[in-house]
């Protein structure tokens, strides 16, 4: 895997991914995602909240192109174990708070908003769904914010009040709610 952009962009690192519960965002598609992002996000003043973090790399995204306020959320720990080593190789450590917890009970302890909220769960997840509704109960996304939740054709989000848009990279969809 490779950061795509900023001042990290080319840099890659090699998350142990077989050996995970996770998948991945590939290059490309994380790449579609953040040129959307940058035409809609100050990137220098965003708080960022990147949920089942796995690999890290939403995270190293940000903070290459000047986030300076991340936190990265996964209950596996050889993944927050990864991050924190990798934060490290990059030089980029102060800029990532990385959490081992549980994402559910987290948002509903965060006590603090984020700008910019992405979520990456396992697509099997069977409680998938309920998060759009638990990020808008639990008040962490700050008033203007963005939400990003990454799924698959599982789940259909539109129906959802606080859904914006919709973008689909292949079997990826990227739900958008504000």
Request: proline content about 5%.
């Amino acid at each position: 895997m490779r950061i795509i952009g900023g001042h990290l962009g080319g840099r890659r690192f090699t998350p142990p991914a077989k050996n995970w519960p996770t998948r991945p965002t590939t290059d490309q598609t994380r790449e579609s995602l953040f040129n959307i992002l940058s035409n809609r996000i100050d990137f220098d003043s965003v708080s960022v909240l990147d949920l089942f973090a796995g690999s890290g790399s939403h995270s190293y995204e940000f903070v290459s192109r000047g986030c300076a306020d991340v936190t990265s959320v996964d209950k596996f720990p050889a993944c927050v174990t990864f991050i924190s080593r990798t934060a490290v190789e990059l030089g980029i450590a102060d800029k990532i708070k990385i959490v081992k917890a549980d994402v559910f009970r987290f948002i509903k302890a965060a006590g603090r908003r984020y700008d910019y909220i992405f979520a990456d769960p396992p697509f099997d997840l069977p409680a998938l769904k309920t998060i759009p509704d638990l990020i808008f109960e639990s008040a962490i996304l700050a008033e203007g914010g963005l939400f990003v939740l990454e799924h698959d054709a599982r789940n259909d989000f539109s129906s959802h009040i606080r859904l914006t848009e919709v973008r689909k990279y292949g079997t990826t969809i990227f739900s958008f709610f504000r």
